[in-house]
């Protein structure tokens, strides 16, 4: 989720969180009030930062989560995407992508526009 859309859908970023509990992730940050924040990465040259929305760990690996919401700037979210899978794989962590329905679609044509098409969206 890009910052524009974090104000509007804090409601859906807790039932994740809650989601994440309930199957065993342990250690959650996330860019959400009353949780620590996870860590950003800013963009050399640009003076954006990068912030995963959710960080967990589970039997010692840590994952990258992000929610994926129908957004105006989707150019902006396919960044976010490959440059977390990217750091996720050169860390050998783990990136996953949580959608809900009505957002199905958009998720997978994103996914398929970047050639993340292996990535299978968590549905919540």
Excluded: C
Aim: aromatic fraction near 10%; avoid cysteine; charge should be positive.
């Amino acid at each position: 989720m890009i910052k524009l859309d974090k104000s509007e859908n804090t409601e859906f970023l807790e039932k994740s969180i809650h989601h994440l509990e309930a199957t065993g992730f342990e250690n959650i940050k996330a860019d959400l009030e009353g949780y620590e924040k996870p860590k950003s990465y800013s963009r050399k040259g640009a003076d954006e930062k990068i912030t995963p929305d959710i960080v967990a760990v589970k039997n010692g690996r840590k994952y990258f989560f992000d929610i994926s919401l129908k957004s105006e700037k989707p150019r902006l979210l396919k960044t976010k995407w490959l440059f977390l899978d990217t750091l996720s794989r050169m860390k050998s962590n783990r990136f996953r992508i949580i959608t809900t329905r009505g957002h199905y679609k958009f998720t997978d044509t994103m996914l398929e526009d970047i050639n993340l098409s292996n990535k299978e969206p968590i549905k919540i």
